[in-house]
């Protein structure tokens, strides 16, 4: 099937992944960013995946006269809305800026998409519209309640898609609520490159290895768990990257039908624990790995992962990759790109 398919925040960690995918599917990605979290050189290696030009126009979602551009540019079928901010802490120190490039973001988009009759959406959701879940697996249906203003701007843009949909059954729209995104593709050309201290396990413990980092802190022992340690869903990156061909094929098929929202789950269904991920990153990488215990970190859940049988049932999409693969496959990114894209050029 081909068709163009606008990928917003496309430059960075996952949306480069899901720009190959939707290349090898047969698809035309056309990525916009700002370059606000991201180097221009994961587009251009990308594009040598690929194996056919990729293009990146650098703006942002915020400019209606940008996308105006962008959208007379390119007969656009689909979008996929990656474009963000995603740090829990800084939301919380800075929830306006938060709002504005999200929400605010989020709907300049739309209204761009209104305006020239693009109306297929597949937004990037979180696991963490979930807050506090009062047990797992998580299904789509459980009572949803963000805990910081990160989440929250996620739980406000579905809703907007909710009420969008609802007024106008043009509309088509997937919100992907991703659980634990890891590992990079297997090129290792592509990758996570924070800019800052990672404040997620897999980048952080990938930095230990390399040797960027001393150690790393363990947030607490003592949850109820069935070692103590906080338990989550991760998910291979590649995986993620394709349940967006699935979710724009099933748009073009109207298989997700207008007037309806369907917020789907991606994760593994499998629970792993921070100790457990710190025996298979030393498998992965044969190197030790120190850590230490210390306090519980401030809003973390004790555990946390998905029932993906809607994203199986709908989209025939479930995840191939287990945790060993995702060790693998990040440490060879991390271990060949030590300081991640280096610096922009
Ligand atoms: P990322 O920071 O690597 O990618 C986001 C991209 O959006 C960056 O390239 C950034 O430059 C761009 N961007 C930011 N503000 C923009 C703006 N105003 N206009 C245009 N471009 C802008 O993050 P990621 O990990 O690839 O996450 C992608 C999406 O998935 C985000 O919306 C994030 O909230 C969501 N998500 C991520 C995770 C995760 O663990 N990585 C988990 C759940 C949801
Ligand atoms: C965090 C965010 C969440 C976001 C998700 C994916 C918080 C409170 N939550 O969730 O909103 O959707 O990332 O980007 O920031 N851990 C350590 N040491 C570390 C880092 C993490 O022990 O240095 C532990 C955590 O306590 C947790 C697990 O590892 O139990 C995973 O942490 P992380 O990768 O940050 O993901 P989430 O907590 O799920």
Not at 89 to 117: C, I, T, W
Not at 128 to 157: H, Q, S
Not at 273 to 301: F, M, Q
Not at 326 to 337: A, G, I, T, V
Request: net charge negative; charged share 20%.
């Amino acid at each position: 099937m081909t068709a163009t398919v606008l990928v917003a925040g496309g430059n960075g960690y996952i949306g480069s992944h899901v720009v190959v995918e939707l290349a090898a599917a047969g698809f035309y990605p056309v990525v916009i960013d700002n370059l606000a979290n991201s180097n221009p050189e994961a587009t251009r290696r990308v594009t040598g995946i690929a194996g056919r030009d990729v293009p990146l126009l650098v703006g942002d979602v915020r400019d209606g006269a940008f996308l105006d551009e962008v959208f007379r540019a390119y007969p656009i079928d689909v979008v996929i809305h990656l474009a963000g901010l995603k740090a829990v802490g800084e939301s919380v120190a800075k929830p306006l800026l938060y709002y504005d490039v999200n929400v605010g973001g989020a709907v300049g988009l739309f209204q761009a998409m209104d305006r020239h009759g693009a109306k297929r959406m597949v937004f990037s959701s979180s696991a963490t519209v979930y807050g506090d879940p009062v047990t797992v697996p998580i299904t789509e249906d459980f009572a949803t309640g963000a805990t910081n203003p990160y989440g929250r701007t996620k739980l406000m843009i579905e809703e907007v898609l909710s009420d969008l949909v609802a007024s106008d059954p043009a509309w088509q729209a997937i919100s992907l609520r991703y659980f634990n995104p890891v590992g990079a593709h297997d090129s290792a050309l592509i990758g996570e490159d924070p800019n800052d201290i990672p404040n997620n396990l897999f980048p952080f413990i990938a930095q230990v290895a390399v040797g960027r980092r001393e150690k790393l802190s363990v947030f607490g022992n003592d949850y109820a768990t069935p070692d103590g340690t906080g338990v989550r869903d991760y998910i291979h990156v590649v995986d993620l990257a394709r349940a967006h061909v699935r979710a724009t094929q099933a748009l073009l098929q109207g298989t997700i039908a207008g007037g309806a929202h369907m917020p789907i789950n991606l994760g593994t269904g499998n629970g792993v624990s921070v100790l457990e991920a710190v025996h298979a990153w030393r498998r992965a990488t044969n190197r030790p790995i120190p850590y230490e215990v210390v306090a519980r970190r401030p809003g973390d859940v004790a555990a946390c992962y998905a029932n993906s049988e809607l994203a199986e049932k709908l989209l025939d999409w479930r995840a191939d990759f287990d945790l060993d693969a995702m060790c693998r496959d990040h440490w060879r990114w991390q271990s060949r790109n030590p300081q991640g894209y280096g610096e922009p050029g």
